[in-house]
């Protein structure tokens, strides 16, 4: 049997399309790394994320599974929420587990914890409550009963959400590694969004990233030492606000903060690369980088266009929303001996599709509640022909819970605008009691500027009627 691959899957947090030279030549912020992993790898052109949001999009990599058929409807979860992923449906860690794989997960989880109150009870705060005064009510010395080590991490080490959204704070294994005291939004020099909240002792914001990428060396380096192949969830924090990049980045782009931020990530990306070509591993080790959905306007994107860059370039919209630049990102993997260097695929695939990959590599049947809405991108990785569409359909789902479906170039929205924030579903639903829709052929308009709804009333029927059945049916991709 041939030797079972490491697996190391990176996720950038609102970073967009046009953020990475490769996919954007117009790019104000170098990549060389990303850029040499593309050109080492496979870059994929039509790669989207399940939803334009970060917990939803996460909760979707970890189970292949779209994240409203959970009770995640919309909206994303804050520091203090409780656990989102399922305890009988298996992810992404615990089916690698079980193949023998040491597993682990460094970085920003945002998929809720089961965190208790000071009373000893299971912690209910309201998933929609963001005043973070709930936040004082936590036990924080008694850790979390259910996080990253409950879904099949061996080993973790987490902040529970964005580093602005309390509680601040490093888990490692569910235990907080210092207890929160004070209520301050964290040492932080930045003009970006922040909330206050309850925060650990000395934690600063601009020193995160680091510490979670010497983490994930230092993890890299004792599994080379073992005998086991390895899987590394390694979700960054960043460039979402807080925008800190470190001192020795900072000045490195002509557009500020973000892009400097950018230059960061990179590098990071290079960190982790080259330690795995240090321990002898680079040959066997499949790469995966993308983002969890497009840039934020948090990033303040006008002023950027201004400066000559477009995080979302050149897409319409941005994070939360239905149009292409809130969950169409890039995606590279690397594979030495598998992907073809240089390769490029224009297949429509989604970040619910990394569970099926893992099982097919693995050779595992993925059980009936597993991998719903997961395709394996084994076939595409290896460079084979597939004839037609990769994927039935693709649905999307916006920060306001409305959805959009994709089935080869055409696009239907159930929105009357973008479906992000300036569309509150609740609005919506009162303004215009039947959801309006939108068409876009892609192919002929990729930037969705004519809504062909009304000269297509049969293409809009059969779009709604498979997301309807996607909607009314558990599973959206074939067994097998």
Known sequence: MPKLPNILYILADDMGYGDITCFNPNCKAPTPVLDR??????????????SAVCTPTRYSIITGRY????????????????FLPEADRPTAASLLKAHGYATACIGKWHLGLGWRDLDGNRFGHDANDWSCAAATRIDYAKGVTEGPNS???????????????????YLENHRCTAIPTEENMIGVDTPYLMRRGMAAPGLQAVDVLPTFTAKVCAKIDEYAAGDKP???YFPLSAPHTPIVPASAYRGRTEIGLYGDFVTQIDAIVGEVLATLEANGLADNTLVVFTSDNGASPAAKLGELFLLGHEPNRPWRGHKADLYEGGHRTPLIARWPGVVAPGSVCDQTICTTDLLATLAEITGTTLPENGGEDSYS????????AIAGDFREATVHHSVSGHFAIRQGSWKLLEAKGSG?????????????????????????????????????????????????????????????
């Open 37 to 50: 992993m593309a050109a080492e790898g496979m870059r994929f052109t039509d790669s989207h994320t399940s």
């Open 67 to 82: 994240n409203w058929r959970s009770w995640m409807q919309q909206g994303v979860l804050t520091g203090e929420s409780p």
């Open 151 to 169: 879904v099949g991490f061996d080993y973790s080490f987490i902040i529970p959400s964005s580093l602005d959204i309390p509680p601040y704070v």
């Open 230 to 232: 390895f899987f590394i």
């Open 377 to 384: 991108l084994l076939p595409l990785l290896r460079g084979d």
């Open 420 to 480: 992000g924030w300036s569309f509150p579903k609740e609005a919506e639903a009162k303004d215009w009691p039947i959801p309006p829709v939108q068409l876009y052929d892609l192919a002929r308009d990729p930037g969705e500027t004519t809504n062909l709804a009304l000269a297509c009333p049969d293409k809009v029927a059969e779009l709604q009627a498979l997301l309807n059945r996607y909607r009314t049916e558990p599973r959206s991709a074939p067994r097998g």
